[in-house]
């Protein structure tokens, strides 16, 4: 089973997955959870391409290197997992480029990033999406006074444009779970964890 959480940032992702991670600890199921972009030595390089070099970087640079990182991490850690049943959980995955570099940064047509989406997780989709929705000048309050890395440190304009495509994303799709962020942790975690028990029933 394949979960995802989204969300821009700020969303209170990091800790909701924490949280989850605890829970399932605690029931003892076996689980694992990879960050994107990140989770594989190749892949974790490209991250700090991606978040750490402060030079000008080409918008389709840019998205090609969030596809390479997700293509080796999917089918270096992702596939064997799920081939033996396992429960992946993943901070960000494909919704995060078609959100960020497709209505954020207008890199590519959103058809053709769809099809390197596909082929970057060689086909694998998400049972379930958890987005963690809120406005976008709630969460730049809470990243304030935060370090942030280069794609944190784009303007208001940028987030606004990829959380209208989070929410066009989530209204057209049936695997996305939207959750209010602005509500207490403890209380997005019991959603949480009621829509995971409720999917294996
Ligand atoms: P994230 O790990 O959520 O940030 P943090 O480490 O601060 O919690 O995500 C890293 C950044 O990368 C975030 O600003 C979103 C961005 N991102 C994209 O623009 N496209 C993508 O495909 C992915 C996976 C992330």
Known sequence: MLITFEGIDGCG?????????????QKGVR??????????DISEKVRSLLLHETDEMDPVTELLLFSAARSQLIREKVIPLLEHNEIVILDRFYDSTTAYQGFGRNS??????????????HNTVPDITFYLRIDPEVAKKRTEGT?????????????????TGYDMLASSDSRFRILDATQSPEEIHKQVIQIIGESQQ
């Open 147 to 163: 370090g942030k890395d280069r794609l944190e440190s784009a303007g208001d304009e940028f987030f606004k444009k990829v959380a």
């Open 31 to 40: 689980f694992s959870v990879f960050r994107e972009p990140g989770g594989t």
């Open 108 to 121: 590519s047509s959103l058809a053709e990033i769809q099809t390197l989406n596909k082929l970057a997780s």
């Open 13 to 25: 992702k990091s800790t909701q997955i924490e949280m989850l991670n605890d829970y399932l600890n």
